[in-house]
């Protein structure tokens, strides 16, 4: 995670000096915003050049109904139960992915008011933030990941709309990222364990 946050900024992997905001996110002094995300042996580093963004990644599982009655929103969990069967899985996972990226992205962690914001879950319907009664007003971007092995992931900013991009490997972001005057949020796919602590 250094080394593609390093090659962002053009400087030295141990030139980075690393905060921790109100909620314990961390933060590069400096610039740039990123986030970090990993689930079934995969990594997802987020990065942007100056916007505050989350990102979450899944490996879909099983999982309990009780689970999304208890983090869901009413809206949601009615959204969630008019899928068949055999989409509801699939409609969990893009909920709470989406719902895991803004509250990241507000550097909030999973104890934050699940119930106070709703996301779209529906299959083929466009990723949103349909209601929001947490953090400061404005509009949220929130767009769906195209990951490997069935992954489902999300990312989200506030502000306006923005470019993903999305690199298969640190080395392939970090060109990616440089090309300037691109307002873009760039995710790096890896399957290589990431450590994320303050000395990452």
């Known amino acids: 995670m250094r080394e593609v946050l390093a090659r962002w900024r053009g400087c030295s992997p141990a030139a980075l000096s ?8 961390p933060r590069l002094a400096g610039g740039p915003e990123f986030n970090l995300s990993h689930s079934g042996g995969i990594a997802c580093l987020a990065v942007h050049s100056d916007r505050p963004l989350g990102v979450d990644i899944e490996a879909p ?4 109904e009780a689970v999304a009655e208890r983090f869901f929103s009413a809206a949601e969990q009615a959204e969630l139960s008019a899928l068949p069967p055999e989409m509801w899985r699939g409609g969990f996972f893009r909920c709470w992915t989406r719902k895991e990226a803004v509250v990241k992205a507000l550097g909030l962690g999973m104890g934050a008011p699940l119930d106070r914001f709703d996301v779209t879950l529906t299959p083929g319907a466009p990723a949103r933030v349909t209601r929001c009664e947490i953090g400061p007003p404005g509009p949220w971007q929130l767009t769906d990941l195209a990951l490997p092995g069935g992954m489902v992931g999300a990312v989200a900013a506030r502000g306006a709309p923005l470019d993903v991009g999305v690199a298969e490997a640190p080395a392939d972001l970090a060109v990616q990222v440089c090309a300037p005057a691109k307002a873009s949020i760039s995710a790096a796919i890896s399957s290589t364990p990431i450590r994320f602590d303050r000395e990452t």
Not at 18 to 25: Q, R, S
Request: charged share 40%.
């Open 18 to 25: 690393f905060e921790t905001g109100k909620a314990g996110k």
């Open 61 to 64: 599982r099983p999982v309990e």
